[in-house]
Structures are given as structure tokens and as C-alpha cells.
């Protein structure tokens, strides 16, 4: 059974994804013209070979498998443009010569991989429970150290390699293989080159065995029953594509018992295979069929251009830097390919490969940097080429009316990650913002939501969006829910909600319920909601749960629906809080004060969008009345000596910012609070929740008496006090930006400027650099440009107007 042998199979051994192997591939099916070819790959897949010839099949795709009563349990077996099987599937289908799959049943290899994550969950419970660590010897994939008959897992080609004196795998493959060209010209004998390959690995397996891979001899095993089936109906002229590792195991001498033995009891489960799209990028990842490539997108110019590759590539990469504004001209392109030919003859090589290319397109059209380099390598050298695969080709229920969201929606699944704008007032956004909503919910992340660059309002979203290969089994799994995306998210969000945990979780949901708009899983969310508000009494929960809760409201009002229940359990939720905040608030510890102060920031923030709701829904009822109630509280909070010091700063600040507290209230407040009987310890924590987080800082640049008090009571602390406090106060200002910082530094460096009236009294205390009253003169010379950007009407000639005439431009 060799490759040249006329009365035996033709067994072709490849490396996966080489597009030297694919090239040799298909010189060698013309050369044999063989009755049949076999492939290695899941036999369930047989049934999907003749999609692979529609024009709506585009590489790179792969079979996905999957266990029918564990869809998340799945393999994959990718092909790319250049991948050996793909070609000889091609080869096939063209010439209508039958196919057909000959590796082990993904029902069987699925069940055995279950297994071995079972095994090896139990020995690592076993090795912790001896005090062994997390390192379990023996781990499937992996040889026992103590086993002396255990190989360690072999890489063929890095073996052949290092014998021939490679210190690089790739090299020696892309030298030996990749360069051959057109399997050695016009008349050469194509399958001369499996012969030596299956000579070279023949002397491998009698050196290492099955090489660590404890699962060959059975899928070897499969193979050649396989064949034997072949050869009963088509005869001997077979051609046998397969991995060349297992060659010499197909070709030995065994019996059908001996083979039929090693299969004997092996675990299955109930599988579907299909096929579905892959990516270049997943290709350079560990991945079914060794898929380990750190180029595909190199590998595949090299099957796309087998002659004069290297111009052909540098041509490539100046039309990428010229896109990207870098000045690169056709004098580049002579050059980077004259000196990636000579640092290949400097090295020895038949041609120029990829790390010649590199190192040419560095020096010659990057002056040295990386920064093109690392370009090329991520849109070039692997590439985010995305395959596609027919409409009607086998799919869950659910996937298939994903795709027809996808097409009415006209959002295109693409393997580049690409920003997305949402005007939620267009029917099609607003139908693409709930597609994605309804994917998120049920666990299928093909877009995440991000800050937007331009505008922040409330019918504005902006997505990322990248679609991974492994969505596809997400959405397998997904399947379990529903047929159609919104059912599927429906009985989810319903299901989600009886078992939520906590109160904050059912709000978070009705919040992404409102989102993906799903009216028929509300009235679930909603009675969860009730029940867990009215049962839970911690206010720390209550808080946390509110902010969700209010934007569920919002986005109620904005995307339509009807949001009067969640309304009255919003404000119903605020009282229960308003009441119990106080005291929760009292006696808390360091860690117990940070998580109060993250709930009353919230809370605020909270009270504020909810008394806009209502104002906005009832004109003139309601709103300063929750506003008002909100401030008592904070007063109340503010006041109380058992509250930590973080958190009566906070609420200070928050009074201080909507303008409760009057003049001079902050500064009383801040006085008392850094009187000499208070201790450092709970006045540098006051200063903490009052001037803490990034627009702390400027309320200090701005207010001098401020500053001056903290500044005042910070040379008072007592030496043996200070290095307790210096903690605090450095992790409060390090918050601040560089530019703030540097400010306050010289403001308190030159200290306050106090001014006086004729009469000698002292008057303003301003800070350096800020005047002590209103300087007219100065203010009106600016007026003409700011009514022009205000849109204000001059009245007539801009020179003619008084020029301390500051009216146009009060708020």
C-alpha cells in the first residue's frame, strides 16, 4: 500500500492547510485518476459533500459536530482554500468521482472526549486531595512521566526538521515542500513526493510508536475498515488523502477482527455535523485538523500565486500601506523583493519565504519600524478572510432564523471587528439594536455594546461586532430554548428570572428584557421582581438594584413601551430606600463604607433620572417633591456622627452639586468636619467622599476656600497621625488628571491672595491666577464671537455696541 504502488490504494499523506501539499495533492488524483477518493474526516459528513461544489460555498469553512443532548460539546474539522482535503474534495465533485469520509464517527469521538475531561476532572480531584497541586500526570493528551513504555506526543515534522538540521520547523517545511512548485515541473512523477514522505514517516512510527497520540491506533483502526468497505465496492484504485502520521498505520498488515477489536465498546453519543463558516484568524489557533498555522494568509497567496509569489506579496503589502497613508512607491516594491531574494541566497534557501519578506518589508518600506510590520501581519499574514456556506445547508432551527434576521436586517456576519451606529429612531436599527439585545441574552455575544465617540443620547447605541467560528455552537446550544431568536430569548429571560438570586439580578434582566424588547417575558421578570422587592429588606440590595431598574424605565419610554409597572415599583423601590438608608449607613467598617458610598452615588444618580421620568410623564407633580425627599436623606447622612466619614463627604458633595446647600454650606460643613476633635483618621476619609473621583479636583482649582480649609487642616495634623492618613489622601488624589494636580500643587505653593478695599478692610480671597471680581472690559472684548457661536443676534454693527454690554449672553 505506497504511493506508487499501481495495484494498492494511493495513499496521499499531507500536512494540513500546506498549499505545497494541496498543489501535490491534485497533480497526484490527475496522475492516478483513482474511482474513489477517501478523505479524512467524520463519515456523518458524507452526506454534505456535494455542497461543497456550490458557488455559495466559499472557504474557509469547516464541519462543525455536535452531541444532540450537548450542543456545546462540538469539534471541528476546518478547511481553507490551500488545505489538501478541500482540494481533493474539489478534485472529486468536479470529475464526479464519489467521496467519502473515513475517520473515527464524531459520535464516538465526541463521546470520547466527554470522557477524558471526565478522567481528567477525577484525577485532579484525586491529586488535590493528596496535596498533589493541580498537576496531574497521565492527563489525557498527555504522557505519564512514571509510564517508561509511554512515548512523549511527537510533532513529525518537527522531527524531520531538526534531523535535517532545521532549527525551524516552518522553514524546513516551506523549503522542502512549499518551494517544489508544480510537483517538479511537467513530466515529474507527482506521486513520487508521498513516497519519500511515507518512507520518512514509516521510520518515525518504528522510532516512536503511535508518538503519544493515544487515540491513532483507533482511529487507524476505522481507517482501515474503511478502506477495506472501499475497495469491496470501487476496487483497488483508491486515493487515500489523510494526515501523513497515519500512512504507514494504513498501510501495514492488519485483520478485520484485529481492527474491529480496537473499536469494540467504545462510548457514543447522538451527533449532527454541518458545515459552517471559518476564519483565517481561528485558522492560525489551535484548532481540529492541527490547525495550528500561524499564517494562513501567506500560505494562502502561496496557493494562489505559484508563480513569482514573492513580487506578487510585496505588491500585496504596498497597496495595504498605501491605503493606510503610508508613502511606499513601486521603487519600494523592486527593492524589498530584490533584497528578500538575496537574504534568502545569504541563508541558503531555495526562495524567499516569509521571514525574508518581513525582514525586506521592515527595512525597506518601514525604515526599520514594526509599526507597518505588525499591519501586515494582522491583515496580511493572517488575514480576516470570513468563508460563507449555502443557506440551505443543515442547521438547527435557530440558526436558520438567524440568518434571515441577518438578511432582512442587512447586518452581515464579518470576522473583522467593525464599529456599529444604532439611530434608535430608524425601524432598522431599532430592529438590528434588538436582534443583538436578544443574542447577548442568550449568550451569543456577536456584538458588544461600547461608548460612542459622537453622541451619547438616549436613542443612540453604538456595538462592536466580530463573529467568531464558535458562535455557531453557541447558537447550537441556544437552540434548546426556541426555534426563532425571540422565543428562544423569551423562554430564557423567563426562566432566568424564576432563578435569579437576587433582587438585583431580576432587575438587570428586566432591564436587557426591555432591551431586546421581549413583552411576553416581562410579565414573568415583572412578578419576580415583586416578589424578591417586597421580600428583600436589605437596603444595600435595594440600592444596588435601583439604578437598573430607573434605566428600565428609560428605556421603556424611549424604545415605546409601556412602562407604568415598572414605574410604580421604581418609586416604590426609592421610598423603601429613602427610609432605610440612613441607618444602614451607621457603624460600617473601611470595606462596608466603600460599598455604601458606591450605593449612594448610584441611588443618586438614580433619583435624579426618575424624577425626570416623572416630570416628563406628570407636568408638575411628583418630581421636587422625590428631589427633596432624596436631599433630606442626604442631610440626614451628612449629619450623623455614627456615619463613616467617606460616606459623609459623598453625600455632602452630592448636596454641594445640586445645589442644596446654599452659601457657604460646604465650607460650614467641611469646617466641621475637619475641626480638631474630629480624628485624621474620619477627616481624611470626609475629604475622600467630598472631593474624591475625577471632578473632584476642579471643584478645588475652582473654589479657594475650599482648598484653603483642606490645606489648613492638613498642616495641622499631628506627626504621629499623618503617615495613617497619607494613604487616603494620596489614593483620593492620584484619581486626579496630571494637568489638576499640577494646578493645586501651585496654588497651595503660592498660597491664597487676599485683596482690600480702599478702606484697608479685607475683602475677596482669591486664588493666583483669578481675579477677585469681574473684570468688564476684558468679558466684552469677547462678545462678538461668543454671540456668533451662541447664534445670537448682534443688532447691527458689533462696534457699535457698548463694550461692557455683558446682557446677550446671561443664562
Known amino acids: 500500500m505506497t504511493a506508487t504502488s499501481a495495484a494498492e490504494p494511493v495513499l496521499l499523506g499531507v500536512r494540513h492547510h500546506g498549499p505545497g501539499s494541496a498543489r501535490s495533492v ?177 521510520a518515525l512510527r518504528e522510532a516512536y510508536g503511535d508518538g503519544g497520540h493515544d487515540r491513532d491506533p483507533v482511529r487507524e483502526a476505522h481507517m482501515r475498515l474503511r478502506l477495506r468497505e472501499a475497495r469491496r465496492e470501487f476496487g483497488d484504485h483508491i486515493a487515500v488523502v489523510c494526515g501523513a502520521w497515519h500512512v504507514p498505520a494504513l498501510a501495514q498488515r492488519s485483520t478485520v ?44 497567496h502561496l496557493f494562489s500565486s505559484p508563480d513569482r509569489p514573492i513580487e506578487r506579496w510585496m505588491t500585496k503589502v504596498a497597496g495595504l500601506l498605501r491605503e493606510e497613508d503610508y508613502a511606499v512607491s513601486s521603487a519600494h516594491v523592486i527593492e524589498a523583493v530584490r533584497l528578500a531574494q538575496g537574504l534568502a541566497t545569504m541563508r541558503g534557501r531555495p526562495l524567499a ?39 440551505d445547508a443543515p442547521a438547527v432551527p435557530l440558526q436558520r432564523d438567524l440568518a434571515r434576521s441577518q ?52 436613542f443612540r447605541e453604538t456595538w462592536l461586532l466580530c463573529w467568531e467560528p464558535e458562535l455557531s455552537v453557541r447558537v447550537a446550544e441556544a437552540g434548546i430554548w426556541g426555534t426563532t431568536v425571540v422565543s428562544a430569548a423569551t423562554a430564557k429571560a423567563a426562566s432566568e428570572a424564576v432563578g435569579a438570586a437576587s433582587l438585583a439580578e431580576v432587575t438587570a434582566l428586566a432591564e436587557r428584557c426591555l432591551l431586546a424588547e421581549l413583552p411576553d417575558a416581562l410579565p414573568v421578570v415583572m412578578r419576580a421582581l415583586s416578589d424578591r422587592a417586597a421580600l428583600d429588606a436589605d437596603v444595600g440590595h435595594l440600592a444596588q438594584a435601583l439604578p437598573a431598574l430607573v434605566r428600565s424605565v428609560r428605556y421603556g419610554d424611549v424604545r415605546g413601551t409601556d412602562g407604568a409597572a415598572l414605574r410604580e415599583v421604581a418609586l416604590g423601590l426609592a421610598e423603601r430606600v429613602f427610609v ?71 453625600a455632602t458633595r452630592l448636596l454641594l452639586d445640586d445645589g442644596q446647600l446654599g452659601d457657604g454650606g460646604a465650607e460650614r460643613l467641611m469646617g466641621l468636619a475637619l475641626s480638631p476633635g474630629t480624628p485624621p483618621g474620619d477627616a481624611a476619609g470626609w475629604i475622600e467622599g467630598f472631593v474624591g473621583g475625577g471632578d473632584g479636583g476642579m471643584l478645588l482649582v475652582h473654589d479657594a476656600r475650599l482648598l484653603a480649609l ?65 473684570d468688564r472690559d476684558r468679558a466684552a472684548a469677547v462678545l462678538p464671537t461668543l454671540r456668533l457661536l451662541l447664534g445670537i443676534d448682534q443688532g447691527g454693527d458689533p462696534a457699535r455696541q457698548p463694550d461692557n454690554d455683558l446682557t446677550g449672553v446671561r443664562t
Request: proline letters at 7%; aromatic letters at 4%.
Open 26 to 202: 491534485r497533480a497526484a488524483l490527475e496522475q492516478a485518476a483513482p474511482d474513489v477518493v477517501l478523505i479524512e474526516g467524520p463519515p456523518e459528513a458524507d452526506e454534505l459533500v456535494p455542497l461543497a461544489l456550490r458557488e455559495d460555498m466559499r472557504p474557509p469553512v469547516a464541519l462543525l459536530a455536535h452531541a444532540l443532548d450537548d450542543p456545546g460539546r462540538a469539534a471541528f474539522w476546518p478547511l481553507a482554500e490551500f488545505s489538501p482535503e478541500w482540494v481533493a474534495l474539489r478534485w472529486a465533485l468536479e470529475r464526479e468521482v464519489p467521496v467519502r469520509f473515513i475517520d473515527l464517527p464524531a459520535a464516538h469521538s465526541l463521546a470520547m472526549a466527554a470522557e477524558a475531561e471526565a478522567e481528567a476532572e477525577e484525577k485532579a480531584k484525586e491529586a488535590e486531595a493528596k496535596g498533589a497541586g493541580a498537576a496531574v500526570e497521565g492527563a489525557p493528551g498527555e504522557a505519564s512521566a512514571e509510564d517508561d513504555t509511554a512515548d512523549v506526543r511527537v510533532d513529525p515534522i518537527g522531527v524531520l526538521a531538526e534531523t535535517a538540521g532545521y532549527d525551524d520547523a516552518e522553514r524546513w517545511w516551506e523549503d522542502v515542500v512549499e518551494h517544489r512548485g508544480e510537483a517538479g515541473g511537467p513530466g515529474a512523477d507527482a506521486l513520487a513526493p508521498f513516497a519519500a514522505l511515507a518512507e520518512a514517516m514509516g
Open 257 to 300: 477482527t484485529a481492527d474491529r477489536q480496537l473499536l469494540k465498546g467504545l462510548p457514543k453519543v447522538k451527533a449532527a455535523v454541518t458545515w459552517v463558516p471559518w476564519t483565517h484568524r481561528r485558522l492560525s489557533r489551535r484548532s481540529g485538523y492541527g490547525a495550528g498555522i500561524a499564517s494562513p494568509g501567506w500560505y494562502g
Open 353 to 391: 519565504g516569509l521571514a525574508e519578506a518581513d525582514d525586506a518589508i521592515r527595512a525597506v518600506m518601514g525604515d526599520g519600524s514594526d509599526a507597518p510590520s505588525s499591519l501586515i501581519h494582522d491583515r496580511l499574514v493572517v488575514g480576516d478572510v470570513l468563508g460563507e456556506v449555502p443557506d
Open 407 to 458: 438578511r432582512s436586517l442587512r447586518l452581515k456576519p464579518e470576522a473583522l471587528e467593525r464599529e456599529l451606529e444604532l439611530d434608535l429612531r430608524k425601524e432598522t436599527d431599532a430592529g438590528r439594536s434588538r436582534l443583538l439585545h436578544r443574542l447577548r441574552l442568550l449568550g451569543i455575544p456577536w456584538g458588544e455594546p461600547t461608548r460612542s465617540r459622537g453622541s451619547t443620547g438616549t
Open 580 to 650: 432605610g438608608l440612613p441607618p444602614a449607613c451607621a457603624g460600617l467598617d473601611d470595606d462596608g463604607a466603600a460599598e455604601m458610598r458606591g450605593h449612594l452615588d448610584a441611588t443618586h444618580q438614580a433619583v435624579g433620572l426618575l424624577g425626570q421620568l416623572e416630570a416628563d410623564t406628570r407636568p408638575g407633580g411628583g418630581t421636587a417633591d422625590l428631589r427633596s425627599r432624596w436631599a433630606g436623606v442626604l442631610r440626614s447622612v451628612s449629619g450623623r456622627d455614627a456615619v463613616p466619614g467617606l460616606i459623609q463627604g459623598r
Open 710 to 774: 483642606i490645606d489648613g487642616w492638613l498642616t495641622s495634623v499631628p506627626d504621629a497621625a499623618f503617615t495613617d492618613v497619607l494613604p487616603l489622601l494620596r489614593r483620593t488624589f492620584a484619581e486626579y488628571e496630571s494637568g489638576v494636580r499640577r494646578t493645586l500643587g501651585e496654588l497651595v505653593r503660592r498660597g491664597p491672595a487676599t485683596t482690600r478695599d480702599p478702606a484697608g478692610a479685607a475683602t475677596d480671597t482669591a486664588a493666583p491666577g483669578f481675579g477677585p471680581g469681574l
